[in-house]
């Protein structure tokens, strides 16, 4: 594990809650260079909500002119990755030949299945002027019986996610079914991931998961008598009839489903086992994965062996 995800990775606060509330996890924030980044999973009290093993707040950062996103290429097994913006564009690159720039609202579905390398980048035309990233990167566990799957590619333009007034709060489903409608995004098991857009003092009703958690990326809400404030996620109990309020203005990221079953983080790599994750640093140290077309002059090497 590289010293960055060190840091990054838990120094969480964990806050006991009351009823369904379980728990409340404050992320570290860290700055990277003008680019702030807040992880919430994986953390000492808790490595998974459902079959999400990994999620990270990015920004929102402001970048000028000839500064922003530069991730060179490297590689991920076993998982899914699900990027989501809220401001700003990607460039997205992998070795299957996908080339395809990610936008607010879009989603972009990376599956890693036996193994992916995949750049994050940003076209020139965005590069060149003054900018703002702002979004949610979070890793989906495969289950066992798609773990080494053939590596895939989906991208779901805005309009295809669905969107909905949940008591008059702004919804969408983003992956999983939840009040009623179903996303169009591939899952693999049980998965529920919703965004929601609360004006001050509106309520809802969460929608319920074998496992499942709430992150507040702007403002503040309330469930029951406890606050879950910005940059902050909440662990909820699978109790029915939970609701929560905004206290202010906010805007929220609800994920959960079912748990897939134990995994093990080494770098960029998730597995089940660690003869597997022993196999994949082998196979990057050992130049193994493919290239990713248009981006093969560079690579992130394996911490320490650079």
Same mark, same amino acid.
């Given at each position: 594990? *590289? ?28 700055? +990277? ?7 919430? +999973? ?9 079959? =999400? ?29 699900? &990027? ?24 972009? +579905? ?22 703002? +990233?702002?979004?949610?990167?979070? =890793? ?30 702004? &919804? ?57 404030? &910005? ?35 080494? =770098? ?36 320490? *062996?650079?």
């Amino acid at each position: 594990m *590289s010293t960055l995800e060190k840091n990054l990775e838990q120094e969480c606060r964990l806050e006991q809650g009351c009823g369904a509330l379980k728990t409340v996890i404050h992320p570290k924030e860290k700055n +990277l260079g003008g680019f702030s980044v807040r992880r919430c +999973l994986p953390n000492t009290g808790y490595k998974t909500v459902g079959p =999400w093993v990994f999620f990270d707040h990015m920004g929102p950062a402001e970048f000028p002119a000839g500064e922003g996103i530069n991730v060179r290429p490297h590689p991920h097994i076993n998982i899914a990755t699900v &990027t989501y913006l809220f401001d700003g564009e990607i460039l997205h690159r992998d070795s299957l030949g996908s080339e395809q720039a990610i936008r607010p609202g879009d989603i972009n +579905l990376m599956v890693a299945g036996s193994g992916i390398v995949h750049s994050e980048r940003e076209r020139p035309a965005v590069r060149d002027s003054a900018h703002r +990233l702002h979004g949610l990167q979070l =890793w989906l566990a495969l289950p066992d019986q798609y773990a080494e799957m053939d590596p895939e590619f989906h991208h779901y333009p805005s309009d295809a996610i669905p969107s909905l007034m949940v008591d008059g709060v702004a &919804t969408r489903v983003i992956m999983g079914t939840a009040f009623g409608v179903t996303s169009p995004v591939k899952t693999f098991a049980e998965t529920l991931y919703v965004e929601m857009h609360l004006q001050p003092g509106q309520s809802v009703e969460l929608p319920m998961a074998a496992e499942r958690a709430v992150y507040v990326a702007s403002g503040a809400i309330q469930a029951r008598d406890m606050e879950i404030p &910005t940059h902050s996620m909440g662990i909820f109990a699978a109790d029915e009839g939970v609701v929560i309020t905004a206290s202010e203005e906010s805007r929220i990221a609800v994920i959960g489903g079912e748990n897939v079953g134990p995994r093990r983080i080494v =770098w960029n790599f998730v597995a089940a086992t660690e003869a597997r994750l022993a196999s994949a640093i082998s196979d990057w140290k050992s130049g193994r994965f493919p290239k990713v077309p248009g981006d093969s002059a560079e690579f992130i090497p394996f911490p320490g *062996s650079d």
